[in-house]
């Protein structure tokens, strides 16, 4: 002990970091390893084709192998057209395999988004599958520069056109099973870009780096309890925030990748039992479709199956009609931004006990921090001071941590407003309850305000969903003179509903809720959508002015 002053700080010296002690983190490894310790273990299954880790590794460096034969090494972006199909699971490691950067498109988006983002992203190899030759023969002939169009013809799909040089299948012989990537120097390295859906403008080209898709896809594991032997079905779009890191989180598990190229009950369920899925993602739209499918395609698969669920927080009667069929639903919460969830619901024991209103309440909650996550806060985006754990104070859900994202491609005026204050401001409104546990309330945008009081649409959104005929729901702010806004809902009712009328569900609301809160007029038909399948409520708001 030093008698004479404060301690000897032996530890605050100057270290070099060395190989030894400093390798960037980066999701590759992943597969390297799965390989490594489970060379014949099931990796991906498509329809009859069963991959082996040890050929699901070697396809990867074969890609790898002839995009760097083309010319595509570190900073180009390689861009992917794909449902859940092994092309798109591949081009996961493949792509960065070379030091480049996976563009994974949404299939669902228009020519013309198309094209603003391959000329954006400086696209050098777009991979396609000619399900969408229809739209990619459109973007081709408008694409400001060089592009070598691949294709992927996959057996189990019908149709469409080749546009490209060659297929995917003999594109990777061009590249060797022993390729050896490109060492990466930087875990700061970008190594995906995935576009926000863009409701107004262009879309924003979000940038993801080696570190936080690391880190996320070990959060995904501890948060979804992944392990060898799980068996997970891509139900969720796998361009969708690279499939929310679990195109690279499963193989982390060593867990079986089953590939899905159409979100469809009548496939899903007999595909849970066929393959003994233990493990299954969606918006909240996936489960409303699967709580709501005929009886004809449900399949009793005899077990518990965990399914996570993200967006805006499931109805609870949702959740109640997925527990009734054999799901066991978490709620997760993030974005594009945040890598995906950045949230979770971590379940209480002591929930189990409550009656089922009140415990699927309690899961509808966005929760607490992923353990990859550093902080969450809700305060005022003004002041950036925190508001109490009170359950009633508002404030801006804001997070920091290594899995925000590193930025907006070529935006860095979007970037700086992201991040002012040290955190990055997710633009979603909410409270934390006295638990720490936060619950979003509504987007900034979306909060409804009638006569000096403010509605959240999602409250009312939820009573609807309680509703025995309503399907889906969406609540917007309708201009009223004398109150400034009123509460305007659009609902699809199911099938069966038989004659409901908008006094019908104004009067059944009116019962349940306070009254400013209840809708003043209810409009029946499909709900728009966006390619990720949200509701587009900006499409909502102007037909509510028309009124």
Not at 289 to 309: I, S
Not at 373 to 385: G, H
Not at 510 to 515: F, G, I, N, P, S
Request: aromatic content about 8%; proline content about 6%; overall charge negative.
């Amino acid at each position: 002990m030093n008698k004479d002053g404060p301690p000897l700080a032996i530890y605050d010296t100057d270290l070099d970091q060395v190989g030894a002690n400093y390798v960037p983190l980066t999701p590759l490894g992943f597969l390297e390893r799965s390989a490594t310790v489970y060379p014949d273990k099931t990796a991906v299954i498509h329809g009859d084709h069963h991959y082996s880790y040890r050929e699901f590794a070697d396809r990867c460096r074969r890609l790898a192998g002839a995009l760097a034969a083309h010319g595509i090494g570190r900073g180009d972006t390689v861009s992917v057209m794909a449902p859940n199909v092994p092309a798109m699971l591949e081009a996961h490691y493949g792509v960065p395999m070379t030091g480049a950067v996976l563009n994974a498109l949404n299939y669902r988006l228009d020519a013309a988004t198309i094209g603003f983002i391959l000329d954006h992203a400086q696209t050098k190899v777009l991979i396609t599958d000619r399900e969408f030759s229809e739209t990619i023969g459109e973007v081709i002939k408008n694409v400001k520069h060089p592009l070598l169009v691949i294709d992927i013809d996959d057996p189990l799909y019908e149709g469409g056109e080749l546009l490209g040089e060659c297929d995917y299948e003999s594109f990777l012989l061009r590249g060797k099973p022993d390729f050896v990537g490109v060492p990466l120097a930087d875990e700061w390295q970008a190594i995906s870009l995935n576009y926000t859906s863009g409701t107004t403008g262009n879309p924003k080209g979000v940038v993801y780096h080696h570190r936080g898709a690391y880190l996320n896809a070990l959060g995904q594991i501890l948060v979804f309890n992944l392990s060898e032997p799980s068996i997970y079905l891509w139900t969720l779009p796998m361009f969708h925030c690279n499939g929310w890191t679990y195109t690279w989180g499963v193989t982390a598990a060593a867990g079986t990748h089953v590939c899905l190229r159409r979100v469809d009950p009548a496939l899903i369920f007999p595909m849970i039992k066929q393959h003994g899925v233990t493990h299954m993602c969606g918006a909240p739209i996936v489960l409303n479709m699967l709580a709501h499918a005929p009886a004809e395609q449900r399949v009793d698969f005899g077990r518990t199956v965990e399914v996570a669920t993200g967006g805006a927080a499931p109805p609870s009667k949702v959740i109640a009609e997925m527990e009734g069929l054999g799901f066991r639903v978490t709620h997760l919460y993030g974005l594009t931004e945040t890598y995906g969830p950045a949230t979770v619901c971590a379940w209480q024991h002591a929930w189990d006990e409550l009656d089922l209103e009140t415990r699927t309440s309690m899961m509808a909650r966005q929760g607490v921090a992923y353990h990859t996550l550093e902080e969450i806060m809700i305060a005022d985006p003004k002041t950036m001071k925190p508001v109490p754990n009170d359950g009633e104070t508002m404030g801006e859900l804001m997070v920091r941590g290594n899995t925000a994202m590193k930025g907006y491609l070529k935006n860095p005026n979007a970037t700086n407003e992201a991040f002012r204050g040290g955190w990055f401001h997710t633009g979603d409104l909410g409270v934390r309850h006295p638990n720490g546990y936060v619950e979003i309330k509504d987007r900034a945008k979306d909060v409804i305000i009638s006569g000096g009081e403010n509605v959240s649409s999602l409250e009312v959104e939820e009573m609807l969903y309680r509703h025995p005929s309503i399907m889906e729901a969406a609540v917007v702010a309708r201009p009223d003179e004398y109150w400034g806004e009123t509460v305007c809902a659009f609902v699809t009712l199911k099938p069966d509903a038989g004659d409901v009328t908008a006094e019908d569900i104004i009067a059944w609301c009116r019962e349940r809720l306070a009254k400013f809160k209840s809708p003043k007029h209810v409009v029946f038909g499909p709900l728009p959508k966006t390619p990720t399948g949200k509701i587009q409520k900006f499409v909502l708001r102007d037909k509510a002015k028309e009124l």
